[in-house]
């Protein structure tokens, strides 16, 4: 993993994070999750004109399959300057992150953006297993155009398949709540927060992790820590509604 500290100065930024739905995080990559959990597999000839189109019937009759519910890139082979990867797949156990309590309002729990990361030649696709945490936030942010920052950061050169090689731009960072009932898949090249898991002190939420990776670092992860001018912390704050405690998936 290639690691670098960035200066934001005085930038102050705060967005509110909003649901998890494939047309909202479309510019970022996908969203994985059944879209019709009320239809049964043996209910399938009666509601099969209503599914999506890549819904069919698999397994004998006691599965359904939606199928390419995620677009995968390896961008290694054509663009990376190693030339070579291999698929990776990992389990990440990451535990619920502390939150702290917005200045502006009792409803609304506030991380701070600390760090963003991004794979340049590969999509990463997180995969929820179920534990004790059941709540996760999806932290991106589109790129900047090139500049002297970033010109010695591999990236690949095809215009209109990734976020291209500049810097995030964090004056537009997107935030999102998902459910564990929910995969997410990271477009190459996209900037992204580490996994933030909500939920109470000492739960977790673990995933499976796929990817490509070639083992050189500024390849496989570009990490960057931000950094403030005359602040203990930079101000790149996400609020996140606190949900109704009722809620089957509520454990903030």
Aim: glycine fraction near 6%; proline fraction near 9%; include cysteine.
């Amino acid at each position: 993993m290639a690691s670098r500290k960035i200066q934001v100065g005085h930038l102050d930024v705060c967005v509110t994070a909003e649901p998890l739905t494939q047309a909202a995080f479309a510019s970022f990559g996908d969203v994985v999750a059944n879209p019709r959990p009320e239809v049964l597999p043996a209910a399938f000839a009666h509601h099969g004109a209503t599914l999506p189109a890549n819904a069919v019937s698999a397994n004998q009759g006691f599965a359904i399959q939606y199928r390419h519910v995620s677009r995968l890139a390896n961008l290694y082979p054509e663009h990376a300057p190693s030339g070579t990867s291999d698929p990776i797949m990992s389990m990440f156990v990451c535990a619920a992150r502390p939150l702290r309590t917005s200045a502006s309002s009792r409803r609304h729990a506030e991380f701070l953006v600390s760090h963003l990361e991004r794979h340049p030649f590969t999509t990463q696709t997180f995969t929820p297993v179920a534990s004790s945490a059941s709540l996760y936030l999806v932290v991106v942010a589109p790129s900047l155009p090139p500049s002297e920052a970033d010109a010695d950061m591999p990236v690949a050169g095809e215009a209109g398949k990734t976020p291209g090689r500049g810097l995030p731009n964090l004056k537009e960072l997107r935030a999102f709540v998902a459910t564990r009932a929910q995969a997410v898949t990271y477009g190459a090249g996209t900037w992204h927060a580490p996994m933030v898991v909500l939920g109470a002190p000492g739960t977790t939420l673990d995933f499976v992790v796929t990817q490509f990776a070639s083992g050189v670092a500024d390849e496989d992860c570009q990490l960057l820590e931000f950094e403030a001018q005359g602040r203990p912390e930079p101000q790149l704050r996400v609020h996140i509604p606190i949900p109704n405690t009722s809620s089957r998936d509520s454990n903030l």
